[in-house]
């Protein structure tokens, strides 16, 4: 063989040399990097969930589909409002959402026992440089929150201690105080939390001894905010003085607690639909602060239930203590429908009833302590 010969022999090998390296499905290197993993270690959740007070926090692994390649930041989004994830370096490995519970789209649904915040995780992938072709498919992962409805306090300090949501027991001396919207002939739970003006809120406080001495519940007061925070503003107080429903003192509003009551560790009260002015959201949340007393123990000054005679504008008691805040809602306030088709207590439409979309992805549900306090 001759010179030309060897070298031609020579170019071959490093041609067919080269090509055996070369990635087959024709990525380029860069801008889309490849993630260095130890396969020692196991790898980390592909999207992780934090249920906090109130906040969302997810965070996503950029090497979304655990193949190594890291997809763009800009491309995952939360929520159907496309929310985009909090702003980071372009070399981190994860993409990160920090949002409030009621942002971005998350919807609510209340059952007889939990809160549950669903929202949806988007990931849409950028067209690539060759619009025929594509190299990835989308994703939409449903991410769940679950909260508690019930506070759990201690009957000795009067403060609220928490109990794990998946491990709730009622134990001696361990009381649990709910606060429930009620159908109109209050015979079952109101499943819908949205209302137009003009209807009546029918509102039943609850709280279960277990095996603690018969007890009488009383509400101290209450107060509607527009945000789940009882210190927010605006504010309006719809039971104040130590138990007094103050909502109830004007001609033309129809609050009122229910006497006689059901049972002593019951209390029903109705509130009339009311929204705040000049607030741009239509939601409200009632806060109120529940507590008890022995059951053979004379109602005070500091412990009643009292209504308004509107003709003598004072307050008539009709009724001690362990004690907590529990929160309702949000409650969803609309104009009066003019469509027609709805029935009074029990709206057409319910804005926390809307499923989300179903995504190919299975589900995160987390368990964490009520977001009230």
């Given at each position: 063989?001759?010179?030309?010969?060897?070298?031609?022999?020579?170019?071959?090998?490093?041609?067919?040399?080269?090509?055996?390296?070369?990635?087959?499905?024709?990525?380029?290197?860069?801008?889309?990097?490849?993630?260095?993993?130890?396969?020692?270690?196991?790898?980390?959740p592909a999207v992780a969930v934090r249920c906090e007070e109130a906040l969302l926090a997810v965070t996503v692994q950029r090497d979304l589909f655990g193949t190594g390649r890291l997809v763009r930041a800009?491309?995952?989004?939360?929520?159907?409002?496309?929310?985009?994830?909090?702003?980071?370096?372009?070399?981190?490995?994860?993409?990160?959402?920090?949002?409030?519970?009621?942002?971005?789209?998350?919807?609510?649904?209340m059952t007889s026992d939990s809160l549950i915040y669903r929202t949806v995780l988007y990931y849409t992938p950028s067209p690539a440089r060759n619009p025929l072709i594509m190299r990835t498919n989308p994703v939409s992962i449903p991410i769940e929150c679950r909260y508690p409805r019930k506070d759990n306090v201690s009957s000795r300090a009067i403060q609220p201690t928490w109990i794990p949501f998946h491990s709730t027991l009622w134990v001696e001396e361990r009381l649990g105080f709910s606060l429930r919207l009620m159908a109109d002939d209050w015979s079952m739970e109101r499943s819908s939390l949205s209302f137009q003006l003009g209807?009546?809120?029918?509102?039943?406080?609850?709280?279960?001894?277990?095996?603690?001495?018969p007890l009488?519940?009383?509400?101290?007061?209450?107060?509607?905010?527009?945000?789940?925070?009882?210190?927010?503003?605006?504010?309006?107080?719809?039971?104040?003085?130590?138990?007094?429903?103050?909502?109830g003192r004007w001609d033309e509003v129809s609050s009122a607690f229910l006497s006689p009551r059901p049972q002593q560790d019951t209390l029903r009260f109705t509130v009339d639909v009311f929204r705040f002015a000049g607030e741009l959201g239509n939601q409200i949340f009632i806060t109120c602060h529940l507590k008890v007393t022995a059951v053979d123990q004379t109602p005070d000054a500091l412990?009643?239930?009292?209504?308004?005679?509107?003709?003598?504008y004072a307050g008539l008691s009709t009724e001690r203590e362990t004690e907590a805040d529990v929160v309702l809602g949000p409650l969803i306030i609309s104009d009066v429908s003019t469509n027609g088709g709805g029935s009074p207590g029990q709206p057409k439409e319910s804005a926390t009833e809307s499923p989300?979309?179903?995504?190919?992805?299975?589900?995160?549900m987390l368990h964490h302590p009520s977001p009230t306090t």
């Open positions: 063989m001759g010179l030309q010969g060897r070298l031609q022999a020579v170019l071959l090998f490093w041609v067919v040399w080269e090509g055996c390296f070369a990635d087959p499905r024709g990525f380029p290197a860069s801008p889309f990097p490849w993630a260095q993993r130890d396969l020692r270690q196991t790898p980390p800009e491309d995952v989004t939360l929520g159907l409002a496309a929310c985009p994830p909090v702003a980071s370096d372009p070399m981190d490995t994860t993409v990160n959402f920090e949002i409030g519970l009621h942002e971005c789209g998350t919807e609510l649904q209807e009546t809120l029918h509102i039943q406080a609850d709280v279960q001894t277990g095996h603690h001495v009488r519940l009383f509400i101290d007061h209450c107060v509607a905010t527009p945000r789940p925070v009882k210190t927010s503003t605006p504010q309006y107080r719809i039971i104040d003085f130590n138990g007094c429903l103050v909502d412990n009643k239930a009292c209504s308004y005679d509107r003709v003598l989300l979309g179903k995504g190919p992805a299975s589900s995160i």
